[in-house]
């Protein structure tokens, strides 16, 4: 008999030290996650605050944006980097909102209808692109991300933070 309890009893202290090093285990993994997004958070702030982006920024809102891939090509190739540059930008950006791993409230808060500005710039050639290369994937997370921030403008309007202190609701 006494046997048998300290073997229910040892047999319980493995089932306990299991189920909390699981319950450890998980908590660590969201500790993380949650470390990941933050970093990536902060590295995406990091990137808009680049002289080299601001002048992506500079050179995307002053031009009007080629129309199809033969003016692309037309352009001087320092132009054209800097279109494919940008591009670029905007597309990492969409993929790392549609995965979950920054949130569209800091794309929002960060350059919110500029996104959208630009989409309808490059549209016309990405959509002559799509068709003639063809190539339907070509800038598919720039326009899905430009599309989400128009829909949640219209929808869900944010104010100015300067003006209330107030984040947008679902915001944290």
């Given at each position: 008999?006494?046997?048998?309890?300290?073997?229910?009893?040892?047999?319980?202290?493995?089932?306990?030290?299991?189920?909390?090093?699981?319950?450890?285990?998980?908590?660590?993994?969201?500790?993380?996650?949650?470390?990941?997004?933050?970093?990536?958070?902060?590295e995406?702030?990091?990137?808009?605050?680049?002289?080299?982006?601001?002048?992506?920024?500079?050179?995307?809102?002053?031009?009007?944006?080629?129309?199809?891939?033969?003016?692309?090509?037309?352009?001087?190739?320092?132009?054209?980097?800097?279109?494919?540059q940008?591009?670029?930008?905007?597309?990492?950006?969409?993929?790392?909102?549609?995965?979950?791993?920054?949130?569209?409230?800091?794309?929002?808060?960060?350059?919110?209808?500029?996104?959208?500005?630009?989409?309808?710039k490059?549209?016309?050639?990405?959509?002559?692109?799509?068709?003639?290369?063809?190539?339907?994937?070509?800038?598919?997370?720039?326009?899905?991300?430009?599309?989400?921030?128009?829909?949640?403008?219209?929808?869900?309007?944010?104010?100015?933070?300067?003006?209330?202190?107030?984040?947008?609701?679902?915001?944290?």
């Amino acid at each position: 008999m006494p046997t048998d309890l300290i073997s229910i009893i040892a047999n319980l202290a493995i089932a306990l030290s299991f189920i909390v090093a699981i319950v450890f285990g998980l908590a660590q993994v969201k500790a993380a996650a949650r470390d990941r997004k933050e970093r990536l958070t902060l590295e995406t702030i990091h990137n808009f605050q680049t002289r080299e982006f601001a002048e992506l920024i500079n050179f995307i809102s002053s031009r009007k944006g080629p129309a199809n891939r033969e003016e692309m090509q037309a352009l001087p190739k320092e132009e054209q980097i800097s279109y494919i540059q940008f591009g670029q930008e905007m597309e990492s950006l969409g993929i790392l909102v549609a995965e979950g791993l920054i949130n569209i409230d800091l794309v929002d808060k960060t350059l919110g209808s500029f996104v959208t500005g630009c989409w309808e710039k490059y549209k016309p050639m990405f959509t002559d692109m799509r068709e003639n290369l063809p190539d339907p994937f070509l800038g598919e997370y720039f326009q899905w991300l430009a599309e989400r921030i128009d829909e949640r403008m219209k929808v869900c309007p944010r104010e100015p933070f300067y003006k209330n202190g107030k984040l947008r609701k679902g915001s944290r």
